[in-house]
């Protein structure tokens, strides 16, 4: 779809033109047959589901009631009604002179805790699909560990603290990155204690308080979250979804183009390889066209690659776009990845791709708040990427490729009105729950023993109410049982009710 004249960029705010709002409407499906609803209903229904799934951010500027009118060849009596509808409902403010710009329900926005993991004693009463984190890949995690252990007298001499990372890491980390086709030297390396370690260090050394950030909508939560903790202002930029929610979405770079163009972000945040939540995947020319618009605009662009090895779509040799930062030597790229997706997240293990000034003013300033990432999860995680990696990176993503072939099937089976893409790879499915809210499923859930995580984690604004992201790390074995609890949760949240008591819930047994 053609969204050229979608957005004029005022401060950060999004001005929609007449006819690009004509066209996202056109789009819009409602939960429900139009049948002989009048046009006033119609017109608020789409827009309601646009804000919703995400596809017209909150805060965006609509066109005037006449002006809107005239695109849709409605009277502006039609135009007029829906807005006050809109207004009604929560999802339109207005002020007289400023015109009318879309919102969220009191109550709608996300809640800003983060989604912690289970805790192992009571994970036998509760589905945790909140999330999304392999096993360990076993034998190979302990042998690694015990060549580790063999290896650690000869660094306990020392003080144990490296800021920039263990050589023998950083050299492991920089092979991998030139095997990928980007050529890598150790000094362009940065280790850190987690990918959020990594995130937290580069946003910190870019970003001032009231800096504006241009984020994919949706995208990852956690990183939204520490966004909005250090004071940054979010400019979400839909995604295109030219098929719906059965088509994975991409990039839509005319909109990047212009968000980078007109609001000057000083970071623009992407997550190109099997993207979380969507699990999409994209091309290395959409790659090139957002870099050179980010060079145009002086944008820092920060690619987040922690799911760029588990492509379980394919053969596991299958050819991947190149990394980002291979794309363009001339922009400002910074980019964070991890072995906690791919290896085991207890291995606390992330890293900073960068220019190597820029990789040591990181180590210079992480001094001041964690000295360096523990030696024997380093050893660990260096012997994992050597020699055992292909092996380790088989084993993982063949878990993920047959939990991902029950899943599909038994969401099919049970849940028909959901509606999802297969992604390429990545961890977890994005599911548009066929009109029923995922805070409201994510509630249920508290009650039902299931931890479920709402779509609107995943929004910069508290969009996408009716989606959630369930992550593909449950045992293939497992997985029926799990799509039996989530169902039974699903059919009361649609319908209003309470869980009943913890015996009555649907068995986790395999």
Known sequence: MDRSDLITMAEWHTTVTPPALARLLAAARLPEPAGHRPAYRTLAGQVRTLVSEGRLPVGARLPAERELAAALTLSRTTVATAYEALRAEGYLHSRRGAGSWTALPEGARPPSDAMHPVPPDEQDQTLDLGVAALPAPQPYLG??????????????????CYPTGLPVLREAIARRFTARGLPTTPDQ?????????????????LLGRGDRVAVEAPTYAHTLQA??????????????????????????????????????????????DFHNPTGTLITEEQRRRLLAAARAAGTVV??????????????????????????DRGAHVVTVGSA??????????????????????????RVYSDVGTPVLDQLIAAALLG?????????????????AAALTAGLRERLPGWRFAEPPGGLC?????????????????????????AGTRF????????????????????????????????????????WPAAEDRPPLAV
């Open 143 to 160: 042998e690694a560990a015990a060549r580790a252990v063999e290896q650690l007298p000869a660094y306990a001499a020392g003080h144990g």
């Open 189 to 205: 390396i940065l280790v850190t204690t987690g990918a959020m370690g990594a995130l937290h260090l580069v946003l910190r050394a």
């Open 227 to 272: 966004l909005r903790l250090g004071g940054s202002r979010l400019v979400p930029v839909p995604h295109a979804w030219p098929g719906g929610p059965e088509r994975l979405p991409l990039w839509d770079v005319a909109e990047w183009q212009r968000v980078l163009r007109g609001a000057a972000p000083k970071v623009a945040y992407v997550i190109p």
């Open 302 to 327: 920060l690619v987040d690659e922690t799911t760029a090895e588990l492509g379980w779509g394919s053969a596991d040799d299958a050819p991947m776009p190149r990394p980002t930062a291979a794309l």
């Open 340 to 365: 906690s997706k791919l290896l085991w997240g207890g291995l606390r293990i992330g890293w900073v791709r960068a220019a190597p000034s820029f990789v040591r003013r990181l180590a210079v300033d």
């Open 387 to 403: 020699d055992p990696l292909p092996d380790v990176r088989s084993h993982q993503l063949q878990r993920l490729r047959a939990t």
């Open 429 to 453: 499915l994005w599911l548009a729950t066929d009109g029923v809210s995922g805070s409201a499923l994510a509630a249920a859930g508290e009650r039902g023993g299931v931890r479920i995580a």
């Open 459 to 498: 929004g910069s604004d508290g969009a996408f109410e009716n989606f959630i992201r369930v992550p593909l790390t449950v045992p293939a074995a497992a997985v029926p049982a799990a799509v039996e609890r989530l169902a039974a949760v699903a059919a009361r949240a649609a319908a209003g009710e309470h």
